[in-house]
């Protein structure tokens, strides 16, 4: 009997010794155990979006937010402060430290439950990047096992950059980069002890020790990792004083921060353009040529023009109900009152630094959240007369100047259209002609009729041939050109007036100036700019575009203290509304009107509704950079003259006349 048990208890004591081993050893050959996706660590990574000044814009992501630090960019402390509150024999162990394991069990086993833990740094890797976090034997077991192969495979160092990167740190950030930038708005190395402290501590308990939640149980946590780095003499005495006695700012940010929406939208469509389909994942660095200042300023001032032109047509249509009680008392069927959906009404705004092209802001609709839809990019619409100075350059590099005498007399012009005879009668704006006319003054007062006589005068086809030059993607060949009835969107406008603002130079705007991505560049913008004109002749049309806003159809435009020069733009029943124009180094496109293409109401015009917005963003503009340039600059070869007590300039192209003409009051009726 006492053999059996002997034999009994030897048996037992011999399973029981070789037990672990015989577990060990089934869960190596029933599992694969994979661990490249540590090995070739390759984690989603968060894009960011900057503006010109490095300030960001947003972040952008899927699903986690995460900026990757290399090693060689985690500053010494943090792996020490780590080590110390988590793992303090990480250096020496292989990956499981058995005595804590021990100690842990005993714990458990006294308290009949789970109370500790004594995973190691790798095990926490490979619990949060392989496992799940359930607590099971068999997890356990196969959380050994990856430890084992993971220290086998990679450096402690390299185990270090892809826990210091693969962990949650609470408030949705991933890795201790993106949680020191998101809590302390910091890089790595401008990090505090104390702050250094906070974020080791987070990753026991993310939700718990969150300083954006519960600040004093988070600095508690800071507390005792550096009391734990000072008892290992790690710190100094006054160290461990300093950081005790620390309060750091928190900040609680939304992840994406999107500052400007629109630009973030259009970035990615740009990316996708480029073929780029990991903006998301891909970890870049993208530097826009958006000031945020001015992109905010843009923002406001369609927000102005457009509660501006609410206000009125609330007016306009308050007095035509008055108006039509009136009529119908008086019996008067034939007024009839406008019947304007304002719903319908937005606009857009795009500006440029107009020398090298650059997208300083850019809005798509007066609400981003009520309307996403951009419509400075995407939208496209009649120019109506904005479309005009282009012809009118024309003139000007053909010779003609300001002082040039066009005819602004009424036409009848008969077509055919499918088989049909068809008359055209184009009238101005203001319902009646003058005549003979200057050119300056045509443009400045935006005449239609002068200006198809113009075009007649320099003949169809060979403006056409002119107009190459300036790349517009499609213009009528018919004298509705004259009227601007082409579509384009607010950014190739503005692209097309930089051949004015930019002294003949047309630029190719351009939103994203540089792409970083792992520490290299992979793109840099290209200037690309076509020559139109001469300086001369482009300062020709800038000094008749500045009298449109002194006193033209652009006076709602004006900015005291600074010089501008701009164009009103109206299509047929005040379907578009634009305004575009420029100081001396900026330029700012304009529109407004009905997202279903149905008339504003009759009174708003270019000039009314988008003029006070431009004017707003100038006023702005001056108040963030008062030292901008005021006046524009005179080039060389600019010939001065005083013509009945105006000024008019002229060129070696453009010449000043031989002698003032003077017209017979009774000649002009003739025509």
Do not use: C
């Amino acid at each position: 009997m006492k053999k059996i048990l002997k034999k009994t208890f030897i048996t037992l004591l011999v399973l029981g010794f070789l037990s672990p081993f015989i577990i060990l050893g089934y869960y190596l050959v029933s599992y694969d155990y994979d661990i490249s996706s540590l090995v070739n660590y390759k984690p989603k990574q968060t894009s960011r979006i900057y503006d010109k000044h490095g300030e960001k814009i947003a972040n952008i992501f899927d699903k986690q937010h995460r900026y990757y630090a290399s090693f060689n960019e985690i500053p010494p402390r943090i792996v020490e402060a780590l080590v110390a509150i988590e793992d303090t024999t990480f250096f020496e162990h292989s990956g499981v430290n058995f005595d804590a394991i021990f100690r842990a069990i005993i714990k458990d086993i006294k308290a009949r439950k789970m109370v500790e833990g004594a995973s190691t740094i790798t095990q926490q890797l490979v619990k949060n990047k392989l496992l799940t976090r359930e607590k099971k034997l068999s997890r356990k077991i196969k959380e050994l096992i990856y430890s084992y192969k993971l220290e086998n495979a990679l450096t402690k160092e390299q185990i270090l950059e892809r826990y210091l990167n693969e962990i949650y740190f609470g408030h949705g950030y991933y890795g201790v980069k993106t949680a020191a930038d998101g809590y302390f708005h910091k890089k790595l190395s401008d990090l505090t002890l104390k702050e250094m402290a906070i974020l080791v501590g987070l990753p026991k308990a993310p939700s718990t020790y969150a300083p954006t939640k519960n600040y004093d149980i988070s600095m508690g946590r800071a507390n005792r990792v550096i009391t734990r780095m000072h008892t290992l003499g790690w710190i100094d005495d006054a160290a461990f004083e300093k950081a005790l006695a620390e309060t750091p700012v928190v900040y609680d940010d939304t992840l994406t921060q999107n500052k400007a929406p629109f630009i973030v939208d259009e970035v990615a469509r740009r990316f996708r353009e480029m073929g780029l389909n990991d903006l998301k994942t891909g970890g870049y660095e993208i530097y826009t040529t958006i000031d945020l200042k001015l992109q905010d300023v843009a923002r406001q001032s369609l927000q102005y023009a457009y509660t501006s032109a609410l206000k009125r047509i609330k007016k306009y249509k308050e007095k035509d109900e008055k108006k039509l009680q009136k009529a119908l008392a008086n019996a008067d069927e034939e007024f009839k009152v406008q019947d304007v959906n304002v719903s319908q009404l937005n606009g857009a705004l795009v500006s440029l630094d107009s020398k090298s092209g650059d997208i300083l802001a850019l809005v798509g609709s007066v609400d981003y959240k009520q309307s996403s839809y951009n419509r400075a990019t995407q939208g496209r619409r009649q120019p109506g007369s904005a479309f005009k100075p282009f012809i009118y350059q024309v003139a000007i590099d053909l010779g003609y100047s300001g002082a040039t005498k066009l005819v602004d007399i009424a036409q009848t012009y008969e077509y055919e259209k499918n088989g049909q005879e068809m008359k055209w009668q184009p009238r101005n704006y203001e319902k009646n002609y003058k005549g003979l006319i200057t050119l300056r003054e045509a443009l400045i007062h935006s005449r239609n009729l002068a200006t198809i006589n113009l075009v007649n005068d320099i003949g169809l086809s060979q403006l056409l041939k002119e107009l190459k030059r300036f790349h517009f993607k499609s213009l009528p060949n018919d004298l509705s050109i004259s009227l601007g009835t082409m579509s384009m969107s607010p950014l190739e406008l503005a692209q097309y007036y930089t051949s004015f603002s930019n002294y003949g130079i047309q630029v190719k705007p351009h939103l994203i100036a540089s792409i970083d991505q792992g520490g290299s560049t992979i793109y840099e913008k290209q200037d690309i700019s076509y020559y139109i004109t001469a300086p001369t002749q482009a300062f020709i049309m800038t000094t008749i575009l500045r009298d449109v806003v002194r006193r033209g159809t652009g006076r709602r435009a004006r900015v005291r203290g600074i010089e501008l020069a701009g164009k009103t733009g109206t299509t047929n029943n005040n379907i578009d509304a634009w305004f575009a124009g420029y100081s001396p180094t900026v330029e700012t496109v304009v529109w407004f009107g009905n997202d279903d293409n149905t008339p504003m109401y009759h009174k708003e015009t270019g000039g009314r509704v988008s003029g006070p917005a431009f004017a707003y963003y100038f006023r702005n503009v001056l108040k963030l950079y008062p030292q901008i340039k005021r006046k524009f600059d005179v080039p060389e070869g600019i010939i001065e003259v005083d013509i009945n007590g105006k000024k008019e300039y002229f060129s070696d192209i453009s010449k000043p006349p031989r002698r003032e003409q003077e017209v017979d009051p009774e000649a002009e009726l003739l025509f």
